[in-house]
């Protein structure tokens, strides 16, 4: 199983940017797709997580209503649409592949590289 994220980049306060997350490979049947964040001098944070369905859609606190994810099994593709960004969103955000509903890294088995998304102020 393989992730390829890619969309970061630069944007201002208030603005939205879109991440991407392409799987490829044989997966495993129900998987959860997530994304984490890790700030400068920070540990991994979750952000969202989802299974194909939507169902188990499930925010971190801090970007609840802002952020949105999404997954298109027919597309391999798990999307994170960000809006209304703020400096604190700043960070290295990855997407990973695991079989439970976890919010901690550790239990993800697959990951994507990374892709920096940078807001200013």
């Known amino acids: 199983v393989q992730l390829q994220a890619s969309g970061g980049g630069l944007v201002q306060v208030g603005g939205s940017l879109g991440l991407y997350c392409e799987v490829s490979?044989?997966?495993?049947?129900?998987?959860?797709m997530a994304w984490f964040r890790q700030a400068p001098g920070q540990e991994r944070a979750f952000v969202a997580r989802?299974?194909?369905?939507?169902?188990?859609?499930y925010y971190a606190d801090s970007v609840k209503g802002r952020f949105t994810i999404s997954g298109v099994k027919d597309k391999n593709m798990v999307y994170l649409q960000m809006n209304s960004l703020k400096p604190e969103d700043t960070a290295v955000y990855s997407c990973a592949m695991g079989r439970s509903r976890s919010l901690l890294p550790v239990d993800y088995d697959y990951w994507g590289q990374g892709t920096q998304v940078t807001v200013s102020s």
């Open positions: 989802t299974d194909w369905s939507g169902v188990s859609a």
């Open positions: 490979g044989r997966t495993f049947s129900n998987p959860y």
